[in-house]
């Protein structure tokens, strides 16, 4: 989604500037939004639930440490907006939900059950967005299914991979779940981060 993002800003007429820089140092992230007057974030740093899996304190680290950088620095510089990505990894699979809760689709009024340290991550995130909101800061959450754009390798691609390559060799490839074009996502999150209405920090959390 990051470059997808880079793109999208630069056919809107921004000026992007690239920093190299690390969420989980906080010092860094605040130096960067003072000399680039910075005014909204959207932000999208985070270890995808592969790499999360294998090394968990590292994932920790960035998703949820880097995360609350960004909030804290955001409210700390008293920014406009912060809008990041949480996931669809919040939940568990709509199976399990229909065992647990007797229900059919799985919407957010349902409550969040990762089910794995990725997904316990966003979770994570996602109360401290509501924890940031209630002090004051205009932090608004997005939860993208399985997404799909140019340059990404990594992640939940590889499920679409892995459904090309058995419909060779099978010449049956399932996919299973649902994917957003990033083209399509992008524009909706540059909208929220512009947008002056008030939205919630990230779903419920029940």
């Not at 969420?23 to 999208?44: C, E, M, N, P, Y």
């Not at 065992?99 to 990762?114: A, R």
């Not at 004051?136 to 939860?143: K, N, Q, S, T």
């Not at 399509?184 to 929220?192: A, K, N």
Request: with cysteine; net charge neutral.
């Amino acid at each position: 989604m990051g470059f997808a993002l880079d793109e999208a800003a630069v056919n809107r007429g921004a000026d992007v500037t690239v920093v190299a820089g690390d969420v989980t140092d906080r010092s860094a992230v605040f130096a960067a939004i003072k000399v680039h007057g910075v005014s909204r974030i959207i932000h999208l740093a985070s270890l995808l639930g592969t790499t999360t899996s294998l090394d968990p304190t590292r994932g920790i680290n960035v998703n949820s440490i880097g995360t609350e950088h960004v909030f804290s620095v955001a409210k700390e510089a008293s920014l406009e907006r912060v809008v990041w990505a949480s996931s669809q990894s919040v939940y568990r699979r709509r199976g399990q939900y229909e065992s647990l809760l007797g229900g059919g689709t799985v919407t957010e009024d349902d409550p969040p059950i990762p089910r794995d340290v990725y997904g316990g991550t966003k979770l994570v995130n996602e109360l401290l967005a509501e924890q940031c909101a209630a002090s004051g800061l205009d932090v608004v959450g997005l939860r993208p299914v399985l997404t799909i754009g140019p340059a990404q390798q990594f992640g939940a691609v590889g499920i679409l991979i892995n459904a090309m390559r058995d419909a060779v060799v099978s010449g049956h490839g399932v996919v299973g779940a649902p994917w957003t074009y990033t083209g399509r996502s992008i524009p909706f999150t540059c909208t929220t981060v512009r947008s002056s209405s008030s939205r919630p920090a990230c779903g419920q959390i029940r």
